[in-house]
């Protein structure tokens, strides 16, 4: 798998911590066939911009989109974009929190179905990667 990071030498042991537990759960996941995730940290180590995407071995693709920060010792996931697509590019789902969907009762928090805009917390790479395992071992 390949991996990019433009690194600060510096970076804030949260972030540092939270870039390792995402490069190890995508490692330890057995559908992951290649992996290409830039990593941007901020000048003062205290956030990073992660962008990039996974191929899966069916050629399913994950786009992921996060911009993390850290207050008092915790992560804050303040963006996230994680949208799962079929190798011909049409989406399966799609989990963000961008503002656009008030009407939904959690709100910021959504995910993205081909006919739909349901109600979703805040999800994390593991959970997604096992909904995606699920589809890939579940076909025929």
């Known amino acids: 798998m390949a991996e990019n990071s433009i690194c600060h030498p510096f970076s804030h042991p949260v972030i540092k911590r939270f ?58 996931i303040e963006k996230y974009r994680l949208h799962y697509m079929k190798g011909n590019g049409q989406m399966l789902f799609r989990y963000d929190n961008a503002p656009h969907h008030p009407e939904i009762a959690s709100y910021p928090h959504h995910k993205h179905t081909p006919d739909n805009v349901i109600p979703s917390t805040e999800t994390s790479l593991k959970d997604v990667l096992k909904e995606i395992s699920a589809i890939i071992i579940g076909k025929p």
């Open 19 to 76: 870039t390792e537990n995402i490069d190890k759960t995508i490692a330890s996941s057995s559908i992951v066939l290649s992996s290409n995730i830039l990593k941007h940290f901020f000048p003062d180590g205290r956030a990073v911009y992660m962008k990039g995407n996974l191929v899966f071995v069916d050629s399913s693709v994950l786009e992921i989109a996060m911009f993390v920060s850290e207050t008092h010792e915790a992560v804050k």
